[in-house]
């Protein structure tokens, strides 16, 4: 049996596995990442190796003659190349997304050193960093260095021998390929959600597609489109060497089948040069060298990753993804993709994904790696003999049927995809059905103002709540998500309910919920706790210096990000503070504090500020009064679940952080000290981390339901 057939039905078995175990295959992925870390062993050192025997090897003439000729051609197809790759993200269909707090949003990625990135000071660095594209020009220039070296032939022999030993691990760990693909295929389906599973099915389907195209049309297309060679005799005479190809999953045993088909095609089109044949010798294992459209177009997935996980790869990011690409995909893609996964700030572990989608794409990537070594190959060598030309009419033809082409794919991967693909928003659902996870004090919820309790005013607050058994927190009528609101069960919930009841738990008293109609931070709030209409605001408000003097405020127990919520494709407008700073004319809601608008306002002097009562005026303003709302990043990411139309964004650098705190009555200097007391407690015994992970970050709350599996589900042998 075949290495391919064991690896096929490996792949088979391990789906199997997955879905009958379920989530406890899960255990499986370190032995998928050991496989993984294996194949790339020997990848890096064989790049370096292999790249300075290679064009070690070359005649200087050769190497002359060849670079400038091949080298455009070259930068043609990895252009046309990129452009597919930047099309296929619009076949994804668009679903709409958003998330809870994460401070990925306030963390600020470390600047990329380009220099360091491209230009090696320490190649030995550069190598154990896996910084590929400093790693292949070191090897470009040394090998390039290696064709004028008069006693090279020694060092070229000891490079193919290390080369050989390289291949030769390599293929023992090829050898292991049926266990890992085993392991991987059971822990990922396993483990999979069915949201995931759907989407990793767009990816198969928009990779295969693409890259059919690429094999059929683009690469020969061109080739007809600059030299007299028909596209249909292109595809006639390699037929045999792409079936061979796409069965083995390699190009490389088709080496000998592709020089004979590009030595038979020159021979018809150029039957006097007697250099066709030494052009097609070298260009053809030289080809094998760079990256070819197959390896580029194996870039898509870096994207794909990007919408996975709901951070697309921004477009200006693109050139530093083609360029960073093209250098790190010299050698193995197993290679490259984990370091552009790092250098766009994407889960590494998403690897595993790539690695699995791959045993289904390799073999079109194949096909494609093939048709790409004819067409380079071809095009060279027309170059050099003379029968490449630039003919406007067909190259126009050729770009217009190509665009064509691509649309067509793209909406019918849309259309496709509307069909296969649940896009049905769930995400407000959790906001909605979250629940207090404190203990919770006695306690009644006033929807309406309840009566304001006469109040002894020669009496501390602490002693009337003490007294009493009950503790009055006033909550803010208006929704605050993620501290105060009521959900789907019309309970009274939130990261500062919570605190409340632990708060009332301390003291040992019950408590009264009561409404405030107000908006938290203004001095009228002091009404309310000095008259005794409740005892303490727990509504995380901001310190405001408009209310010093009428209310007092307890010790922080949050520090909370300003930031914008906007329209989702308005989001880069926002990302850079600099930007916003000089922009005229910009229209924000904010919050009605003076002393909160005053703060703002120094940042974005040509701004225009619009003071607002309610988050909901700027919801259903949809865009015509206002650009952008300023408020809490914790509470614009809760908010933006409900409204996944709108988005966070912490511009760069932040503009401040503002300490949440709780508002007490004046001259209550007992009341505030407990209070502080607490907070401090609650900060240093985990109890604000908890509800912070919960309320915020939505840790728990997103937490699923287990896998179906048929051990589970049809079996019922385990809970």
């Given at each position: 049996m075949s290495l391919s057939t064991r690896i096929l039905i490996s792949?088979?078995?391990?789906?199997?596995?997955?879905?009958?175990?379920?989530?406890?295959?899960?255990?499986?992925?370190?032995?998928?990442?050991?496989?993984?870390?294996?194949?790339?062993?020997?990848?890096?050192?064989?790049?370096?190796?292999?790249?300075?025997?290679?064009?070690?090897?070359?005649?200087?003439?050769?190497?002359?003659?060849?670079?400038?000729?091949?080298?455009?051609?070259?930068?043609?197809?990895?252009?046309?190349?990129?452009?597919?790759?930047?099309?296929?993200?619009?076949?994804?269909?668009?679903?709409?997304?958003?998330?809870?707090?994460?401070?990925?949003?306030?963390?600020?990625?470390?600047?990329?050193?380009?220099?360091?990135?491209?230009?090696p000071s320490n190649p030995?660095?550069?190598?154990?960093?896996?910084?590929?594209?400093?790693?292949?020009?070191?090897?470009?220039?040394?090998?390039?260095?290696?064709?004028?070296?008069?006693?090279?032939?020694?060092?070229?022999?000891?490079?193919?021998?290390?080369?050989?030993?390289?291949?030769?691990?390599?293929?023992?760990?090829?050898?292991?390929?049926?266990?890992?693909?085993?392991?991987?295929?059971?822990?990922?389906?396993?483990?999979?959600?069915?949201?995931?599973?759907?989407?990793?099915?767009?990816?198969l389907v928009s990779y295969v597609l693409f890259s059919l195209i690429a094999t059929y049309w683009v690469l020969p297309g061109l080739l007809a489109a600059l030299t007299p060679i028909r596209h249909r005799e292109a595809l006639v005479v390699t037929r045999d060497a792409m079936v061979t190809a796409f069965a083995t999953g390699s190009s490389f045993v088709v080496i000998p089948m592709l020089s004979k088909a590009c030595k038979q095609i020159l021979e018809h089109y150029a039957p006097e040069n007697g250099e066709s044949e030494s052009l097609v010798d070298v260009i053809v294992p030289a080809s094998y060298t760079f990256p070819d459209t197959a390896k580029i177009l194996s870039l898509s997935f870096v994207l794909f990753a990007g919408w996975v996980m709901d951070t697309p790869v921004n477009v200006s990011d693109y050139p530093l993804l083609f360029v960073s690409g093209i250098a790190s995909t010299f050698g193995s893609v197993m290679v490259g993709i984990p370091f552009l996964l790092d250098l766009m700030h994407l889960p590494h572990d998403l690897m595993q994904l790539f690695v699995a989608t791959g045993l289904v794409n390799s073999r079109f990537g194949t096909l494609l790696q093939a048709m790409h070594v004819l067409a380079i190959t071809l095009l060279g060598a027309s170059a050099l003999l003379g029968l490449l030309e630039v003919r406007w009419k067909p190259v126009a033809r050729y770009l217009g049927l190509t665009f064509l082409i691509v649309f067509i794919a793209i909406a019918g991967c849309r259309i496709l995809f509307a069909e296969m693909i649940d896009t049905t928003y769930a995400k407000g659902e959790l906001v909605g059905n979250m629940h207090l996870i404190l203990e919770s004090a006695p306690s009644i919820v006033y929807r309406e103002p309840p009566p304001t309790p006469t109040l002894d005013e020669d009496r501390s607050r602490l002693d009337v709540i003490l007294e009493r058994g009950i503790m009055r927190s006033c909550y803010r009528k208006i929704?605050?998500?993620?501290?105060?609101?009521?959900?789907?069960?019309?309970?009274?919930?939130?990261?500062?309910?919570?605190?409340?009841?632990?708060?009332?738990?301390?003291?040992?008293?019950?408590?009264?919920?009561?409404?405030?109609?107000?908006?938290?931070?203004?001095?009228?709030?002091?009404?309310?706790?000095?008259?005794?209409?409740?005892?303490?605001?727990?509504?995380?408000?901001?310190?405001?210096?408009?209310?010093?003097?009428?209310?007092?405020?307890?010790?922080?127990?949050?520090?909370?990000?300003?930031?914008?919520?906007?329209?989702?494709?308005?989001?880069?407008?926002?990302?850079?503070?600099?930007?916003?700073?000089e922009r005229e004319g910009l229209r924000i809601a904010i919050p009605n504090d003076r002393y909160f608008i005053d703060r703002i306002q120094k940042f974005f002097p040509n701004a225009e500020f619009f003071p607002v009562l309610d988050t909901e005026e700027f919801l259903q303003d949809e865009g015509v009064r206002f650009d952008a709302l300023i408020l809490t990043a914790e509470g614009g990411s809760a908010l933006s679940l409900l409204h996944p139309q709108y988005s966070v964004v912490v511009p760069d650098p932040p503009l401040q952080t503002l300490p949440a705190v709780y508002t007490l009555p004046l001259n209550e200097g007992e009341w505030r000290r407990v209070v502080d007391s607490w907070v401090g407690l609650s900060r240093g015994d985990g109890?604000?981390?908890?509800?912070?992970?919960?309320?915020?970050?939505?840790?728990?709350?997103?937490?699923?339901?287990?896998?179906?599996?048929?051990?589970?589900?049809v079996l019922g042998w385990i809970d």
């Amino acid at each position: 049996m075949s290495l391919s057939t064991r690896i096929l039905i490996s792949l088979v078995l391990g789906v199997v596995a997955g879905l009958f175990v379920g989530e406890p295959l899960g255990v499986l992925e370190i032995v998928g990442e050991g496989y993984i870390r294996l194949l790339q062993m020997t990848v890096l050192p064989y790049v370096v190796v292999s790249l300075m025997a290679g064009l070690g090897s070359l005649e200087l003439a050769t190497a002359r003659r060849l670079g400038l000729a091949v080298g455009c051609l070259l930068l043609l197809l990895w252009v046309l190349s990129f452009g597919m790759v930047a099309a296929m993200p619009f076949s994804f269909p668009r679903i709409e997304s958003a998330s809870f707090f994460s401070t990925t949003l306030i963390e600020r990625p470390p600047a990329i050193d380009f220099l360091g990135l491209y230009i090696p000071s320490n190649p030995f660095h550069a190598m154990a960093n896996n910084v590929v594209p400093a790693v292949v020009l070191f090897s470009l220039a040394v090998g390039t260095a290696l064709i004028s070296v008069p006693e090279k032939r020694p060092l070229l022999k000891g490079f193919h021998a290390l080369s050989e030993a390289l291949l030769r691990v390599n293929g023992y760990v090829v050898k292991l390929s049926p266990y890992g693909v085993f392991a991987i295929a059971a822990s990922v389906s396993g483990t999979m959600s069915v949201e995931q599973f759907q989407r990793v099915q767009v990816y198969l389907v928009s990779y295969v597609l693409f890259s059919l195209i690429a094999t059929y049309w683009v690469l020969p297309g061109l080739l007809a489109a600059l030299t007299p060679i028909r596209h249909r005799e292109a595809l006639v005479v390699t037929r045999d060497a792409m079936v061979t190809a796409f069965a083995t999953g390699s190009s490389f045993v088709v080496i000998p089948m592709l020089s004979k088909a590009c030595k038979q095609i020159l021979e018809h089109y150029a039957p006097e040069n007697g250099e066709s044949e030494s052009l097609v010798d070298v260009i053809v294992p030289a080809s094998y060298t760079f990256p070819d459209t197959a390896k580029i177009l194996s870039l898509s997935f870096v994207l794909f990753a990007g919408w996975v996980m709901d951070t697309p790869v921004n477009v200006s990011d693109y050139p530093l993804l083609f360029v960073s690409g093209i250098a790190s995909t010299f050698g193995s893609v197993m290679v490259g993709i984990p370091f552009l996964l790092d250098l766009m700030h994407l889960p590494h572990d998403l690897m595993q994904l790539f690695v699995a989608t791959g045993l289904v794409n390799s073999r079109f990537g194949t096909l494609l790696q093939a048709m790409h070594v004819l067409a380079i190959t071809l095009l060279g060598a027309s170059a050099l003999l003379g029968l490449l030309e630039v003919r406007w009419k067909p190259v126009a033809r050729y770009l217009g049927l190509t665009f064509l082409i691509v649309f067509i794919a793209i909406a019918g991967c849309r259309i496709l995809f509307a069909e296969m693909i649940d896009t049905t928003y769930a995400k407000g659902e959790l906001v909605g059905n979250m629940h207090l996870i404190l203990e919770s004090a006695p306690s009644i919820v006033y929807r309406e103002p309840p009566p304001t309790p006469t109040l002894d005013e020669d009496r501390s607050r602490l002693d009337v709540i003490l007294e009493r058994g009950i503790m009055r927190s006033c909550y803010r009528k208006i929704p605050s998500l993620p501290f105060s609101y009521f959900n789907n069960e019309e309970q009274l919930v939130g990261f500062d309910i919570d605190m409340a009841h632990s708060l009332a738990r301390g003291l040992g008293v019950g408590i009264h919920f009561v409404p405030v109609d107000i908006n938290l931070g203004q001095a009228g709030q002091s009404k309310f706790l000095n008259s005794g209409y409740c005892d303490i605001v727990m509504s995380h408000s901001i310190v405001s210096m408009a209310t010093v003097n009428a209310v007092v405020f307890s010790e922080a127990y949050l520090d909370l990000n300003v930031g914008f919520i906007v329209a989702d494709h308005r989001r880069q407008e926002f990302a850079i503070r600099e930007e916003i700073e000089e922009r005229e004319g910009l229209r924000i809601a904010i919050p009605n504090d003076r002393y909160f608008i005053d703060r703002i306002q120094k940042f974005f002097p040509n701004a225009e500020f619009f003071p607002v009562l309610d988050t909901e005026e700027f919801l259903q303003d949809e865009g015509v009064r206002f650009d952008a709302l300023i408020l809490t990043a914790e509470g614009g990411s809760a908010l933006s679940l409900l409204h996944p139309q709108y988005s966070v964004v912490v511009p760069d650098p932040p503009l401040q952080t503002l300490p949440a705190v709780y508002t007490l009555p004046l001259n209550e200097g007992e009341w505030r000290r407990v209070v502080d007391s607490w907070v401090g407690l609650s900060r240093g015994d985990g109890t604000v981390n908890e509800l912070y992970d919960y309320w915020i970050l939505g840790r728990e709350a997103e937490h699923e339901k287990a896998r179906w599996s048929i051990l589970r589900n049809v079996l019922g042998w385990i809970d």
